[in-house]
């Protein structure tokens, strides 16, 4: 009967010692390093004068905002002249699904250019 028990105190022990090594020798662990700083030439531009630059973007979103607007335009007119040809007996055809479809597309475009 004593075997057993000496075997599993020993097993125990051995046990209790390999985890108390294997804790003293594990490797603190601390704060990472901080990542290098971020280097500002990078991504920039060469333009010497931001102004510029600013400038040119505002008058690019100007152009995509009218762009945008006068396809919108189009597109509506193009509808409306399909609807008013439509009798109230109809059904609405595909084509006129797949058109409000565009319009809501370019209205959705339109408020984004706007809120930038």
């Known amino acids: ?18 985890g108390v ?3 003293q020798e594990a490797p603190k662990r601390g ?8 280097d500002p030439e990078q991504g920039a531009p060469n333009n010497s004068n931001p ?13 995509e ?15 409306k ?3 008013e040809q439509l009798h109230s007996t109809d059904i ?5 699904y797949k058109q409000t479809s565009e319009i809501e597309h370019l209205a959705k475009q ?3 250019l706007a809120k930038s």
Do not use: G, N, W, Y
């Open 1 to 18: 009967m004593k075997t057993p028990r000496r075997q599993f105190v020993h097993s125990a022990v051995s046990a209790a010692l390999c």
């Open 21 to 23: 090594l294997a804790a």
């Open 31 to 38: 704060m990472p390093a901080p990542p290098p700083p971020a």
């Open 51 to 63: 102004t510029i630059s600013k400038r040119a973007i505002l008058q690019q979103h100007e152009k």
């Open 65 to 79: 905002f009218r762009d945008s607007l006068t396809a919108l335009s189009e597109r509506v007119s193009e509808l």
């Open 81 to 83: 002249q399909e609807v």
């Open 92 to 96: 609405f055809s595909v084509k006129i």
């Open 110 to 112: 339109l408020k984004t």
